[in-house]
């Protein structure tokens, strides 16, 4: 069995530098992928091996013997409908394939709340929404063991410790901090959660137990299902 070693792709992102810090914090091995050597220090001064790789050409070289991946690579809001389609969607699907060939044990994406309804937002962020709805539909359903995460809006206050879990019907959506992200971000790693997508924006409700009540929705939600199945011929 592989010695546990995460990608983080997006490193050099403010959610990415969060994610870091806490994967060093709890002492576990990880490869920072970068795009510019200009900083390669930051994340070597936390242990972290450095990969060169640019999201818009081939960066499978990023994956040799990783075992979980994080992607937290995101657009940003001034670069346009390319930039969205090429981040937000297209090296999303791509790391889903590099993952699936190498047959990493997890991987963990963030995504966007925005994500659950791309129409119904303001139209500058419709198509990025649609672009993030499309990579983590490609992502459920490539065969990786995968958390989705859709946070709410982001903040750059402190770790709050606390959240609320949302859903496509949440329409109060109190800014979450993005230290909080990176520690849920992590917990899924140490956790092991796998084939779950969790909404949330900022709440009061521990990490930690808002994790577990995301993973009871879900078994109430399976059963429920199996329950009122149509009853198959035979």
């Known amino acids: 069995m592989k010695t546990l070693k995460v990608l983080l792709i997006g490193a050099h992102g ?12 709890e002492s ?15 994340f070597a001064a936390m242990g972290a091996e450095i990969v060169l790789g640019d ?10 013997d990783i075992t979980h991946v994080i992607y937290t690579a995101g657009s940003a809001e001034t670069e346009g409908v390319h930039q969205e389609r090429a981040i937000d969607r297209d090296a999303v699907m791509r790391t889903a394939d590099y993952a699936k060939r190498r047959r990493v044990q997890q991987l963990v994406v963030v995504s966007a709340l925005s994500a659950f309804h791309p129409q119904r937002n303001p139209l500058p962020l419709r198509h990025y929404s649609r672009m993030k709805r499309e990579a983590d539909e ?36 109190p800014a979450v901090s993005r230290e909080d992200v990176a520690r849920i971000v992590v917990r899924c790693v140490t956790l092991g959660i796998s084939d779950r997508m969790i909404a949330f924006v900022g709440g009061d409700e521990p990490i930690d137990a808002a994790l ?23």
């Open 14 to 25: 403010r959610t990415g530098r969060l994610i870091a810090r806490r994967l060093h914090e």
């Open 28 to 42: 576990l091995p990880f490869r920072a992928m970068l795009r510019k050597s200009a900083h390669k220090s930051e």
């Open 55 to 64: 999201l818009i050409n081939d960066f499978s070289h990023a994956f040799d």
């Open 138 to 173: 490609y992502v459920a359903q490539r065969g990786v063991p995968y958390a989705i995460l859709r946070p709410g809006p982001l903040s750059d206050e402190p770790a709050h410790g606390a959240i609320g879990l949302a859903s496509e019907r949440t329409e109060h959506m």
């Open 212 to 234: 577990e009540a995301s993973r009871l929705e879900r078994v109430d939600a399976a059963h429920h299902a199996s329950r009122h199945a149509a009853p198959t011929s035979r």
